[in-house]
């Protein structure tokens, strides 16, 4: 059974950097052709995807999110990583991590998610 759990703060100040890790287990991050992404909610809003590291470490970002984000990766330890800078209270949200399946063309597990507030 795969899962997923997210740790990192939960309250990050205005312009500062929000990271969050994802920690995998039941399988590797670099098994083929798996992408690992992350995925928030702000409150009354819908998901939005934030961006992907493949099987092979390739990272791929939301044109929206582009200039603030980075996801990495230690294969060493399992997990991969977001980080947000220059936050802003609309940067409040439950942050998810997921796997992507492409057999299944969608996710197929999920981690149970993290709020973090951006507030000063």
């Known amino acids: 059974q795969v899962q997923l759990q997210e740790s990192g703060p939960g309250l990050v100040k205005p312009s500062q950097t929000l990271s969050l890790t994802c920690t995998v287990s039941g399988d590797s991050i670099t098994t083929s052709f798996y992408s690992w992404i992350w995925i928030r909610q702000p409150p009354g809003k819908g998901l939005e995807w934030m961006g992907a590291?493949?099987?092979?470490?390739?990272?791929y970002y939301s044109p929206s999110l582009k200039s603030r984000t980075r996801i990495s990766r230690d294969t060493s330890k399992n997990q991969f990583s977001l980080q947000l800078s220059s936050v802003t209270p609309e940067d409040t949200a439950v942050y998810y991590c997921?796997?992507?399946?492409?057999?299944?063309?969608?996710?197929?597990?999920w981690g149970q998610g993290t709020q973090v507030t951006v507030s000063s």
């Open positions: 590291i493949t099987y092979d470490g390739s990272a």
């Open positions: 997921a796997r992507v399946n492409p057999v299944v063309a969608g996710y197929d597990y």
